[in-house]
């Protein structure tokens, strides 16, 4: 299992970036497939960017290609969500997913808010 801790949200101005954190502790982080999710207020939970096991391989969303980067250190263990070109509709709590098999572990998740 791993125990992941989202940070790095904030309120920011439409056209702004802010980075993610999600801190992973615990063993086999590198079995783990890493996946940023949010859930926008009153929506649901939807898919923002799936990142393989060694990170080769990121998929995004169509609605935040190319303007989100997300990135994972597998000897360090974070993993990162750069936010660049943010809109209104960016504004969610974002969270971060370890999957392996049928273990599936969440972060308590991190508030963006996107507003002038």
């Known amino acids: 299992q791993v125990q992941l801790v989202e940070s790095g949200g904030g309120l920011v101005q439409p056209g702004g970036s802010l980075r993610l954190l999600c801190a992973a502790s615990g063993s086999g982080f590198r079995f783990f497939a890493m996946d940023w999710y949010r859930q926008p207020p009153g929506k649901q939970r939807e898919l923002v960017a799936s990142?393989?096991?060694?990170?080769?391989?990121?998929n995004y969303a169509d609605s935040v290609k190319g303007r989100f980067t997300a990135s994972r250190d597998n000897a360090k263990k974070p993993v990162h969500l750069q936010m660049n070109s943010l809109k209104p509709e960016d504004t969610a709590v974002y969270y971060c997913n370890a999957r392996w098999g049928n273990i599936d572990c969440w972060g308590q998740g991190t508030q963006v808010t996107v507003s002038s």
């Open positions: 990142i393989t096991t060694t990170g080769t391989t990121i």
